[in-house]
């Protein structure tokens, strides 16, 4: 709550943090999602929450706020990756680290989606999701103006 806030804050300040900074910046925005969420969970039987696109320079940042997010709502996730401008070792490697950053704060992961590949890539790419990820996977490739869905239990 407020007071764990306030309290977290005046330890940190007292080791040079500055009251303004990024960390307290994203105290505020996950304690805002989980309030807005908590609001929204009480009211509905199911509540889709979509993390961010993890584009441009603040990337990183962005993947540590979507895994603090799902952790401290208790909420699982399921991890899209676009094949858009990868070779096949980037779009792996970076499922991948989506992959392990939710593990590695006990985020549970439902599954893994390889969305917006090209059709010659989409064997390459299940082979290799299933090498690394052990549970259902599949690849979203788009063909024409129609959408079609290449499934892939693991």
Do not use: C
Request: no cysteine; aromatic share 12%.
């Amino acid at each position: 709550g407020t007071e764990d806030i306030d309290s977290l804050k005046a330890v940190l300040m007292d080791h040079g943090w500055e009251e303004y900074g990024s960390y307290f910046r994203t105290v505020e925005i996950i304690d805002t999602i989980i309030e807005k969420f908590k609001k929204l969970d009480d009211r509905f039987d199911f509540v889709l929450v979509e993390g961010t696109d993890f584009s441009g320079e603040g990337a990183v940042f962005e993947m540590d706020i979507n895994v603090l997010v799902a952790k401290n709502l208790g909420i699982p996730t399921i991890i899209v990756g676009t094949g858009i401008g990868k070779t096949l070792d980037e779009f792996i490697g970076n499922l991948q680290i989506a992959y392990d950053s939710f593990k590695d704060k006990d985020v549970e992961v439902l599954a893994v989606i390889a969305n917006k590949v090209q059709e010659k890539n989409i064997p390459l790419i299940l082979l290799n999701l299933s090498k690394r990820f052990r549970f259902f996977s599949f690849v979203i490739k788009v063909k024409s103006e129609s959408i079609d869905f290449v499934f892939s239990s693991f």
